[in-house]
């Protein structure tokens, strides 16, 4: 591809934005979005700065030697994990440095990362569940406690899944998804199925935790993007007390 200078940075710019946009809404933390960007920015021979938030990038190319500018804004998609896609991405930067990548090579390898499939949707489901009933084990929960957890966490993901395909809020889905799971453990409270059914019930939820926002919160305060820190702090906290709520629902339906 024969580019001139300014379509050169125009293809560079969407590439780095597009490269940006899929770390974030994947679950990566802002040090490592930036470090990519600059790995790959720097092997096309540019600088970048980039200002990086919860919903949206921003990007400028400069060349100190032409005093050239060129900025460029892009809105991120919202955020899930996909360790697949930022482990993906990082590859890629290392052989765009090492193999000297065209930006068709690039555009390329993105197409074939965003094409990958994910897993079957009941696989997730089982194994998220299965990992709920190892995390009652853990706890000391005994076999009923451990398939009670099984069915309450396997019946609040679906609906949570459906909640999401349905475009609801995603802490809305997030209440959804730990009332039904906590109804369902609750009932085994209540009839006091097995030794230990509060272990089912305290457990019931934990695939809802948001492990993901609170550590990247953790990881940009240190790093000292305080402002995306706070903001995935507070998202944390926001989904967090949705899993309270929805809790407390059942405790109250109950009365346990």
Known sequence: M????????????KILLEVGSL????????????ITINRIAGAYGFDVDLLITHRALMLTIYDEEQDYFYSRL??????????RMVSGISRMSWKIVEENWDFDQVEQELARLKSLPHYPRWVVLVMVSAAGAAFCRVFGGVYLELLVTFVATFIGLFVRQEAVKKSFNP??????????SSLIAGA?????IGEN????????????IPGIPLIN??????????????????????ISFSIALGMIGAIVIYGI
Not at 197 to 208: D, G, K, N
Not at 227 to 233: D, S
Request: glycine share 8%; charged share 15%; net charge neutral.
């Open 2 to 13: 024969n580019l001139t200078g300014e379509e050169q940075v125009n293809e560079l710019s």
């Open 23 to 34: 770390l974030m809404s994947s679950g990566a933390n802002s040090a490592r979005i930036r």
């Open 74 to 83: 892009k809105r991120t998609s919202p955020h899930s994990a996909n360790f």
């Open 171 to 180: 802490y809305l889905a997030i209440f959804f998804a730990a009332f039904v």
């Open 188 to 192: 085994a409270l209540k009839l006091q």
């Open 197 to 208: 059914p509060e272990y089912a019930f305290a457990t019931s939820v934990l695939y809802l």
């Open 217 to 238: 919160s953790l990881s940009d305060l240190l790093d000292g993007n305080i402002m995306n820190g706070i903001v995935r702090g507070v998202n944390g906290l926001m």
